[in-house]
Every structure is written in C-alpha cells, then in structure tokens.
T-cell receptor
Framework: GQSLEQPSEVTAVEGAIVQINCTYQ??????LSWYQQHDGGAPTFLSY????GLEETGRFSSFLSRSDSYGYLLLQELQMKDSASYFC????????????FGAGTRLFVKA | DVKVTQSSRYLVKRTGEKVFLECVQD?????MFWYRQDPGLGLRLIYF???????EKGDIPEGYSVSREKKERFSLILESASTNQTSMYLC???????????FGPGTRLTVT
C-alpha cells in the first residue's frame, strides 16, 4: 500500500528550531512536497524536493533521502504565526499527477 | 495572482440529496483535484482530472462523481449524500508537469 507517516503533534518555543519528519512508502516516487495549513485556511505550498539533499527557503528548509524514503521539514527561528498543520506529500510517478498526502503534523509554538 | 474559488464555504444538506460542489480556477491549469479532509486523516484524493472531459479515480471515489466540461471548472457530485460524507472538501489545481498545487478555500459540507 501507499502511506506517509509523520508525527501528529509537535510543540516548540518561539525562537527555537523544530524538525518535522516524514517517511513514505509509495509504489512510485516523483518528489516530496510540504504544505502549511492554518486553522480555517487552505493548504499552501512550502517546498519541494525531487533529489536528495537540503533545499532552503528563508527560515524553512526541507530535506530528502530517497534511499531511506525519508524527508523532513526544518523550521528555524520559530514565530507564533508558524503554529499550523504541516503536511508532507508524495507525487506518485505511477499515478501521473496523483499526489498522496500524509495525515499532517500539528505544530504548536509557545511563547 | 493564482485564484481558485469554490461555490460555497458552508453547505448543509439532507441525507439522500444530490449535492454539487463547484471549483473554478483562473490560472489555465491543466490538472484539477478534489480532496476531502477529515481530522487525523489528512487530505484524501477523491478524483482528479488532467484535461477537459478526462477524469481519474483517486483513493476514495465511492459515492462521488465528477464533471469537467470546461478547463476552468471541475465539479464534484455526491449522487445521494450520506452522513459519512460530512467533511471539508478542498479543490486544488496544478500546472501539468509541475509539483505545486494551489488550493481553494474549501467547502465544509454537513449532511444531516
């Protein structure tokens, strides 16, 4: 079967660094994406990794290891506004345009 | 600026009713998707379309159908609504061969 696993909740303090892990098991793999969703809002795209390594976009970085079927999202200098749900998603190559989402990680940032 | 709109933010329907959810995009994207989002389950793909009049089943198509008569519009149809279809429904679009999806604001459907 196809599945993505990520922690259900993570709590961190303002200014800290937090890492949200994602492991996946899919029949095909074309890249790992991360999305952010605030309460009541729509998911918004954060990052994408097709190749192994680290991609940095401001305070957010995303890492991928295809051999380990593993990736993570790293959030630095946490701010209260980073409190949200974060979803990893795999684009399934065998499905063409199909994207499979994880269940999401709820991040709570405390003052 | 990318814009994806959904016909309603909140909708209440009765069991057995036929329900239409509409999604309209103005980005000329080829691919469109319907997801439902439930607590603890993330986003689950119901149907997607990569071209006008083309559709593919996602992971949970049972009880749903779709229609894409024009490139900019993708409709989700609940043939006979049931209480287990109470959920948040999200539409998304994507340019062909791209990886980024753009989501609409969602429709929270309650079936009583």
């Amino acid at each position: 079967g196809q599945s993505l696993e990520q922690p259900s909740e993570v709590t961190a303090v303002e200014g800290a660094i937090v890492q949200i892990n994602c492991t996946y098991q899919t029949s095909g793999f074309y890249g790992l994406s991360w999305y952010q969703q605030h309460d009541g809002g729509a998911p918004t795209f954060l990052s994408y990794n097709a190749l192994d390594g680290l991609e940095e976009t401001g305070r957010f970085s995303s890492f991928l290891s295809r051999s380990d079927s593993y990736g993570y999202l790293l959030l630095q200098e946490l701010q209260m506004k980073d409190s949200a749900s974060y979803f990893c998603a795999v684009r399934d190559q065998t499905g063409g345009f199909k994207t499979i989402f994880g269940a999401g990680t709820r991040l709570f940032v405390k003052a | 600026d990318v814009k994806v709109t959904q016909s309603s933010r909140y909708l209440v329907k009765r069991t057995g009713e036929k329900v239409f959810l509409e999604c309209v995009q103005d980005m000329d994207h080829e691919n469109m998707f319907w997801y439902r989002q439930d607590p603890g389950l993330g986003l689950r793909l119901i149907y997607f379309s990569y071209d006008v009049k083309m559709k593919e089943k996602g992971d949970i198509p049972e009880g749903y159908s779709v229609s894409r008569e024009k490139k900019e519009r993708f409709s989700l149809i609940l043939e006979s609504a049931s209480t287990n279809q109470t959920s948040m429904y999200l539409c998304a679009t994507q340019r062909a061969q791209s990886y980024e999806q753009y989501f609409g604001p969602g429709t929270r459907l309650t079936v009583t």
